[in-house]
């Protein structure tokens, strides 16, 4: 699934309420993405019921290691993403007959 | 941010009726619910990908009690973020 497919599903929903274009599905599904980018970036985490949490985690610096050379590099301190998945969805992977 | 307030931060600018952008906001997370559902991986460019991972069952044990339990095989999702939002969480 892509977001072209996303874009489709959502016009098929919102044409069933009123009379959108694609254009308009199109528009409000960027702007969901670009908002939950722009509010991740700010480290605001986000909460979708149903679906799940993104959070913002900071990492402090670390010693690593290259695991090909076994050379130790340093880490920078970083933010990363973390995706935790609601029950709801979690259930809805593994329900019988999924 | 909540999925309401989500919801209202896009509204707000005012090119759709809030409930347009309810209903695709829905629509979306359905979307996705039901991809997952099926096994499909889902590729949104510049946020992440989803696929779902497939883990064999294991003996664990309750780290409160230390009894072992046997947990089942399982599909969980799992979440690699994109490249445009990797950049965004460390550019600041």
Request: glycine content about 8%.
């Amino acid at each position: 699934m892509t977001k072209a497919d996303i874009i489709e599903f959502v016009y098929e929903k919102l044409r069933a309420v009123g009379s959108y274009s694609k254009r308009d599905a199109a528009e409000i599904v960027e702007s969901v993405f670009e908002t939950m980018k722009d509010t991740l970036g700010e480290g605001e985490k986000i909460k979708i019921s149903g679906f799940g949490n993104f959070v913002v985690r900071q990492k402090k610096e670390r010693v690593g290691r290259n695991p090909q050379t076994g050379d130790q590099i340093m880490i920078s301190a970083r933010r990363v993403l973390t995706f935790k998945p609601s029950q709801v969805l979690k259930n809805a992977l593994n329900e019988e007959g999924a | 941010m909540t999925k309401s307030q989500l919801i209202d931060r896009i509204a707000e600018r005012g090119r759709h009726p809030r409930k347009a952008v309810e209903t695709a906001v829905n629509a979306i997370f359905d979307a996705m619910v039901d991809a997952l559902r099926q096994g499909e991986r889902i590729e949104v460019r510049g946020f992440g990908n989803f696929t779902v991972r497939q883990y064999r069952a294991y003996t664990g044990r309750n780290p409160k009690t230390g009894h072992r339990v046997t947990v089942p095989p399982k599909r969980m999702p799992f979440f690699k973020v994109g490249k445009d939002l990797r950049g965004r969480l460390n550019d600041a």
